[in-house]
């Protein structure tokens, strides 16, 4: 009965995606729906798109074995990111009238760094799209008793996010999201409630939770501990700024403001929520120790589903795994739109110059395709947790995209020779690192993310062997 609750929600989801796919009349609907988006839904896309497999089942698995320190990149950078981008950078890039991020780096740092930046920014979407698929196939396992093995389930989950995201692009997503929102809010404060009552209430957690020291956060007085602690936050704070996906939503809104005021909103709430999903983990340390031993050191990421099959009545069930998989689809979906979106514009089409638009469109769908492939067998391969692919994923952008964005909008000085020389330095200092480094007391995207700023500096400050002369790309959006 669960099961079928659940595949009638997910048919009908679809069928929403598939109806909103029937605004897509250009590109620029596919890829910024019409830039028109009001601030509840540019909200609810905000939150739904972070608010993915790694915030219910990676991060509360971490916090159980870890506590705050553990996941200071997520919720903590990843909230602030989203804050960041709300305050600072929503505004100036609303007003550039841009289909992607990469064509900021086209008009600011030339055709070079437009190629560099984008392929960066695909290879890095590559782990959190694959995470949301590997979930989605575990979570399949689990509702069907393993009758569906996680492999089929991860296939059965990116065909059916594709369906929709392939015809309707940004529109379906926007959609979807807001309806999935809903579901992801009611759904989790209902088990939530559900949960919290077998263990005498939040109050009782929490309390359980603080002595068994799950929520010391600050690292002390240890520069080793301090480093990894700053790059852990950087990695997510920082290096999920400069993508695609926040790009999206801060293009879509109707007005400048709301790209701002909802960026901001969409962060808030996602830090509330986020504690939920521990907040349900840790109250299985209480509820069933045993159930919790017998996962934590094989796959700590089903200790939460387990318990609610195991622990809670069916509405509770239902509710749980329909916000479940909200978060899940709405997160897969608007991952694999972004870069898909990302490598037809400045990879694509700079080699096709005389594509009209309908074309244009038919070629962002067929990369939508490609990439869901791609990211499928990536996930079906993949050993890391879903926590540590969704963290890895943004240190690409945080040691090649995150500075020459944020000088080249705020600071005067910034020239095309500090940019092209800031991804350079960033990115091979980095890989460097992560060959012959790995284990350093300086993590490599660290050491990538200082170097990328030493580039900048000396690149922009020092004699122009570089002329600044870049050739503006014309978007036309309306």
Request: hydrophobic share 55%.
């Amino acid at each position: 009965m669960l099961l079928g609750f659940v595949i009638t929600y997910w048919i009908i989801s679809i069928g929403i995606g598939l109806w909103a796919a029937m605004r897509v009349k250009t590109s620029a609907d596919f890829a910024l729906a019409g830039r028109s988006l009001p601030f509840h839904i540019v909200t609810a896309t905000v939150f739904a798109t972070w608010f993915g497999s790694e915030t219910v089942l990676g991060v509360p698995a971490v916090f159980l074995d870890e506590g705050l320190k553990g996941i200071v990149a997520d919720p903590f950078g990843s909230s602030l990111c989203l804050i960041l981008v709300g305050l600072f950078f929503a505004r100036p890039l609303y007003r550039m009238n841009l289909l992607t991020i990469g064509d900021y780096y086209h008009n600011k740092y030339g055709r070079e760094a437009e190629m560099l930046i984008s392929l960066c920014i695909v290879v890095s979407y590559l782990g959190w799209v694959a995470a949301q698929i590997k979930a989605l196939g575990l979570v399949f396992f689990v509702l069907s008793d393993g009758a569906i093995t996680q492999e089929a389930g991860m296939i059965l989950g990116a065909t059916s996010v594709l369906i929709y995201t392939l015809y309707g692009g940004m529109w379906s997503v926007a959609i979807t999201d807001f309806i999935q929102m809903i579901v992801i809010v009611c759904g989790l404060l209902y088990i939530g409630h559900t949960l919290g009552d077998q263990v005498g209430g939040v109050s009782t957690v929490v309390a359980h939770a603080a002595a068994a020291g799950k929520f010391e956060f600050w690292p002390g007085f240890d520069w080793v501990k301090i480093i990894g602690f700053v790059a852990a936050l950087c990695t997510m704070m920082l290096g999920s700024i400069p993508q695609q996906d926040v790009f999206q939503r801060v293009s879509s809104s109707r007005t400048e403001q709301i790209a701002g005021w909802a960026s901001v909103a969409g962060g808030v709430l996602y830090f509330m929520f986020a504690f939920v999903p521990m907040y349900l983990a840790y109250s299985a340390t209480l509820i069933d120790p045993a159930l919790v031993a017998r996962y934590k050191d094989t796959d700590s990421q089903l200790i939460l589903p387990q318990l609610v099959l195991q622990h809670a009545p069916l509405f509770a069930q239902i509710m749980f795994f329909g916000a479940l998989l909200s978060a899940i689809k709405s997160c897969a979906s608007a991952t694999l739109l972004a870069p898909s979106v990302t490598f037809a514009e400045n990879i694509l089409r700079p080699m096709m110059p005389k594509l009209d638009d309908a074309r244009f469109l038919k070629l962002m769908r067929f990369v939508v395709l490609s990439m869901t492939v791609l990211v499928t067998v990536f996930a079906l391969n993949s050993e890391l947790s879903i926590f540590h692919m969704v963290e890895s994923a943004y240190k690409v952008t945080l040691v090649g995209a995150f500075v020459p964005l944020a000088f080249g909008l705020f600071w005067k000085h910034a020239t095309r020779q500090g940019g092209l020389l800031s991804i350079g330095l960033g990115l091979t200092s980095w890989l460097t690192a992560e060959v012959l480094f790995a284990d350093a007391v300086v993590p490599p995207q660290l050491a990538g993310l200082l170097f990328s700023l030493g580039g900048m500096l000396l690149g922009s400050l020092l004699p122009q062997w570089i002329p600044n002369r870049t050739q503006i790309k014309q978007v036309h959006l309306s």
